[in-house]
């Protein structure tokens, strides 16, 4: 099972990712500042990152760029409400691996980090 | 209970707490507003909401039948086209959305997020990337080319470039990121995406005004400074800068994932002034007609191919040649077509001087042709770099070669031969001579049976009958156009080297050359072609082919977009209105949306009449002596003052016009209402109905009409299918229409299609006009006289009462000409033509 750290902006939406994954038997940390995640990646302590677009202080697609300079192996998956092909593209240009679309809906969560999880275990 | 905050974090609720309650109370004291004061006006201000449901369902469900038919048939389309259908379903699904959402903003607004939701990953898996711009422009020609740079042609003479064994002429290469930067520097990606958007199956006629315009923007558009400047101090470095050039195409996926064989233009003989006019024309030839049907044939996107250009020195050639290192059913023999002088009409199809065989085994050449223009000491040298180069790449080799005036050979192109095995083994004598009305040879196997038709005129393939023998003089590339819808292919000239050739074995279309007299074929006469053993015969002695030829690229890159994209499109999860889960956070796709909206719709516009003292619009049930639970809702003289009054009506208090011609059909003598079709339908609808007394429930689970003196609208619930109409019967003919359509139904998929190719059949035979996609079906009647409208409508009728059932016991194609003869005819019993 991986190690997940979660960075949404609203607290509840995290709790639910959180609720989610851990029935699955992931570890979940959820955080709410751009810089609390990034530490938290910079401290080798996630596999996998789930990054909401939209952020208080820098974007989603910033924090990407920041977290994979520092851990390139980590995958990283991007969640948005409001989603655009150019935000997309701009994030999979720098390594997003999966792009999920709220309202969340629980088996296609659980479905992309099982890809995410089988495609690291196969590399 | 659910976590409701988390949930709207999450966007599973699409407002805050504080903008839920703000928005009810507003949509409260408006419905009460009109409720009380103005209950007419919020009739027609829902049934207006009603009627664009209505409008946008049909159309959404049209545009996501075209896209399944495209996936399930492997339809030859472009990218772009599927993107703009896509665009297009987005736009209908949204505006259904916002309709629904008009009726009740709280209860249907958390809906916009999950068409958004849908919409975008069905728009993500059509998406491409952006083409890349940056340098290198400009190459020489290196062992190490890649082809993504440098195109498939330049890539692989790179590659022999660097082995002692061939000459290759020196050169350059303009990349394919050159190309994408001239395409950026002139703004022309989107003039060529708008274009290519047209592009959709049967897009014969307008694949020539799309060419047209794209290349003459291209031909308009400037080289780019940066560009040119490489392209000079490259031919400088090579030497090259006062030599006649040859410019030819080296696309991306040519001669190695696809042939491409002669859909590209090169230029020969240009002087180094003219190379920038001579690279635009190269570069513009990837949007000939043939070529982009080639292309979309292939199922590559325009993106994936970019062009790269090889600049070569110009070798006046003494003779010309295409070889193929191992021969049709003989593969220990390789084949040579040769001419003297320049291979461009070899190459074309139009004509060849002399063939020579070799026979690898006992390296021996076996036939000689009399005007051979090689030595036989140079014939045997080409033979021999054909072995090598079949060794060096493992697989035999399609090669253009020239010889100068010092009978030196140089290598154009080399790629893999592409033949399929023959059907059996086969010779002339196996057929009577008397049945043979013409002798070729063999340019790609396989046997076929169909009308001949001569081809006058290269612009005319648009005409070409479905499933034809095409017949022509030459085989000039251009013809890749009729392919997918000719049958097979007869020339009287022509060789079985020249690029058509290789494009119809691609393509496994039936085809020979070099057939002397094929032109004195008469059209429309029945002929049968072997193209393993070169005959044309007289009558139809094989399977004639009943549709466009199987798809031979299912898993094309654009076929797989698509399949992608259908996931959020497609699916249709919610089917049965009273489950539980028939509900907005249950929506997996763009269908279920579609569904969801038309159903809620009928239940809003049902339940704003049926509550609290809106008696004189309140619905009714309609006991019509059939066993077909409906609903009516009478907007205007649909019904009889005492109908009004009263909650059940009768057939003899409809005043409608078309509705009473409906059931004039589906209570006729005609339509057997048995039992098993009582238990099918109507047993569950009693049961479920039992248990609930809420006017608003039954009707999601009934059928419903709307009805007006002159118009019906009509939603028709037979178990699981669907059917839906929508009429005018009035005086005036130019007002007069029936529009029916029908979707899904029980069955499965082959039962589910015979059963509309049934009612297709029917129909068309009472005048409608009927389109058909995949298991949907539209069927119009329009501006006909009160009279004739009436009694098609009485027709309709009948073919939906004894249809409904159908598909559960229709299992082959067979049986489905026969039973629309039969029904026809029964229905012509009571409503005759």
């Known amino acids: ?123 | 209970m659910p976590d409701r905050c988390a949930e709207s974090a999450a966007g599973q609720h699409p407002l805050t707490r504080g903008q839920q309650i703000r928005c009810q109370i507003k949509h409260t004291l408006e419905n009460w507003f009109f409720k009380t004061c103005f209950p007419g006006l919020l009739i027609k201000k829902k049934y207006s909401a009603f009627q664009r449901l209505r409008h946008g369902d049909r159309s959404a469900l049209e545009l996501i039948s075209g896209l399944e038919e495209i996936r399930q048939k492997s339809l030859v389309c472009d990218l772009e086209y599927i993107r703009h259908q896509s665009g297009l379903l987005d736009k209908e699904v949204r505006t259904l959305v916002e309709s629904l959402i008009a009726f009740n903003p709280l209860k249907y607004a958390l809906l916009r997020n999950y068409h958004r939701k849908y919409a975008f990953y069905a728009d993500l898996c059509l998406m491409e990337d952006d083409p890349e711009t940056g340098p290198p422009y400009v190459l020489g020609l290196d062992p190490e080319l890649s082809e993504d740079l440098a195109g498939g042609k330049a890539a692989e003479l790179s590659f022999l470039l660097g082995n002692n064994d061939f000459s290759v002429p020196p050169g350059l290469v303009i990349t394919t990121r050159a190309f994408n930067l001239f395409l950026k520097k002139n703004r022309l990606l989107p003039v060529i995406r708008q274009q290519l958007s047209r592009l959709g199956p049967d897009s014969h006629d307008t694949i020539h005004n799309v060419s047209r315009i794209i290349q003459n923007r291209l031909m308009e558009a400037q080289t780019p400074n940066e560009l040119k400047e490489q392209v000079t101090a490259g031919l400088h470095q090579k030497g090259l800068e006062n030599t006649e050039l040859a410019l030819r195409s080296s696309a991306v996926g040519e001669d190695l994932q696809a042939s491409f064989a002669g859909q590209f233009e090169s230029r020969l003989g240009v002087s180094p002034d003219g190379i920038f006019q001579a690279y635009k024309e190269v570069a513009a030839s990837k949007y000939s007609p043939h070529a982009l049907y080639y292309r979309m044939s292939r199922g590559f996107t325009d993106s994936m191919t970019p062009m790269a250009v090889l600049i070569m020195p110009f070798i006046r050639a003494k003779t010309s040649g295409i070889l193929y290192t191992a021969e049709h059913n003989s593969p220990d023999r390789a084949s040579v077509h040769m001419v003297s002088g320049s291979g461009e009409k070899l190459a074309a199809g139009a004509k060849y001087q002399a063939a020579s065989r070799f026979d690898k085994k006992r390296r021996e050449l076996v036939q000689d042709s009399h005007d051979c223009p090689l030595e036989p000491d140079t014939l045997t040298t080409v033979f021999e770099i054909g072995e090598k180069l079949e060794e060096l790449f493992g697989v035999p080799q399609d090669v253009e070669w020239i010889a100068d005036g010092k009978d030196r050979i140089y290598i154009l192109q080399s790629r893999p031969l592409r033949m399929s095995e023959p059907e059996k083994p086969c010779r002339q004598e196996d057929y009577p001579e008397s049945s043979v009305l013409a002798r070729g040879q063999w340019v790609s196997t396989g046997r076929a049976s169909g009308k001949v038709h001569k081809l006058k005129d290269i612009k005319s393939i648009s005409q070409i009958p479905q499933n034809a023998v095409l017949v022509t003089d030459e085989l000039p590339p251009a013809l890749t156009l009729a392919l997918g819808r000719v049958a097979a292919v007869v020339a009287e000239k022509g060789s079985p080297a020249c690029h058509f050739a290789s494009v119809a074995r691609e393509s496994k279309t039936t085809a020979i050359c070099s057939a002397p007299g094929a032109m004195s074929l008469q059209d429309n006469q029945i002929v049968s072609i072997d193209g393993d053993s070169g005959l044309v015969l007289d009558g139809a002695l094989f399977d004639t082919r009943t549709g466009p030829p199987e798809p031979d690229q299912p898993d094309s890159p654009v076929m797989k977009k698509l399949s992608e994209a259908l996931r959020f499109i497609s699916p249709l999860s919610l089917q049965d209105p009273e489950a539980d889960d028939f509900s907005i956070r249950s929506c997996k796709s763009l269908h279920d949306i579609v569904r969801y909206v038309h159903e809620a719709g009928v239940g809003e516009m049902f339940s704003l009449v049926g509550r609290r003292g809106l008696d004189s619009y309140m619905s009714k049930r309609l006991d019509s002596g059939i066993p077909l639970v409906m609903h009516v809702l009478d907007v205007h003289s649909g019904l009889i003052s005492s109908g009004k009054s009263i909650k059940t009506v009768k057939m003899e208090h409809v005043k409608s016009r078309p509705m009473r011609q409906l059931f004039a059909g589906l209570a006729s003598p005609a339509v057997q209402w048995d039992s098993s079709v009582l238990h099918y339908d109507w047993d569950a609808y009693s049961k479920s109905s039992a248990s609930f007394v809420d006017v608003e429930k039954s009707t999601l689970f009934s059928s419903y009409a709307i009805l007006d003196r002159e118009y019906l609208h009509a939603l028709l619930r037979f178990g699981y299918h669907f059917a839906v109409l929508d009429t005018v019967a009035c005086p005036r003919p130019e007002h007069n229409y029936i529009h029916f359509s029908f979707k899904g139904g029980g069955g499965n998929q082959q039962q589910k299609f015979l059963r509309i190719e049934l009612i297709n059949l029917i129909l068309e035979h009472f005048g409608f006009s009927v389109r058909t996609t995949a298991d949907f079906l539209e069927a119009f009647f329009d501006r006909k006289s009160m009279e004739d409208t009436g009694v098609n409508l009485s027709r309709l009728g009948i073919v939906l009462g004894k249809t409904v059932l159908l598909d559960m016991r229709l299992e082959t194609p067979q049986q489905v000409g026969s039973l629309a003869e039969e029904i026809t005819e029964e229905v012509n019993g009571f409503f005759p033509v």
């Open chain 1, 1 to 123: 099972m991986s190690n997940i750290m979660v960075l949404d902006d609203v607290e509840d939406a995290g709790a639910m990712i959180k609720r989610i994954l851990e029935r699955k038997g992931h570890s979940v940390a959820v955080f709410t500042e751009e810089q609390d995640a990034i530490d938290y990646v910079k401290k080798q302590k996630a596999d996998i990152a789930i990054l909401d677009i939209k952020l208080k202080k820098m974007s989603g697609v910033e924090v990407l760029k920041q977290i994979r300079q520092a851990r390139p192996e980590i995958e990283v998956l991007m969640l948005t409400g409001y989603p655009t092909l150019e935000t997309a593209r701009e994030a999979m240009s720098h390594g997003a691996r999966e792009y999920l679309v709220k309202p969340i809906d629980k088996n296609e969560l659980e479905e992309k980090i099982q890809v995410i999880v089988e495609n690291r275990s196969s590399a």
